[in-house]
Nanobody
Framework: QVRLVESGGGLVQPGGSLSLPCTAS????????VGWFRQAPGKEREGISCISSNAGLTEYADSVKGRFTISRDTAKKVVYLQMNRLKPEDTDVYFCAAKLWGSTCPRGGMTYWGTGTPVTVSS
């Protein structure tokens, strides 16, 4: 059974940084487009970043552009979300998701999802 696992969440002060790795069992993330999403209870899920399967394309939501960076370590088959200059409004549960796709980022319909890792930005 395919499982995606996020980690690296926690409590951080405003202006701080966190790195969230996304790993998978039974599949190689190197073959998949991977997206990061976030959602708080009672709020809609927000897609915040995506990396294409060949890492040739990365996309970011305006809310995180310039502060977050998505990347791959193909040797380790891990996708990272580096989050810098964190703000209280970044407090959410962060999910990674994967889909077999071409050299672009898919517009929804992700196939596999993780269970999320919570991020709290507070002083």
């Amino acid at each position: 059974q395919v499982r995606l696992v996020e980690s690296g969440g926690g409590l951080v002060q405003p202006g701080g940084s966190l790195s969230l790795p996304c790993t998978a069992s039974e599949i190689s993330l190197n073959d998949y487009a991977v997206g990061w999403f976030r959602q708080a209870p009672g709020k809609e899920r927000e897609g915040i970043s995506c990396i294409s399967s060949n890492a040739g394309l990365t996309e970011y939501a305006d809310s995180v552009k310039g502060r977050f960076t998505i990347s791959r370590d193909t040797a380790k088959k891990v996708v990272y979300l580096q989050m810098n200059r964190l703000k209280p409004e970044d407090t959410d549960v962060y999910f990674c998701a994967a889909k077999l796709w071409g050299s672009t980022c898919p517009r929804g319909g992700m196939t596999y999802w993780g269970t999320g890792t919570p991020v709290t930005v507070s002083s």
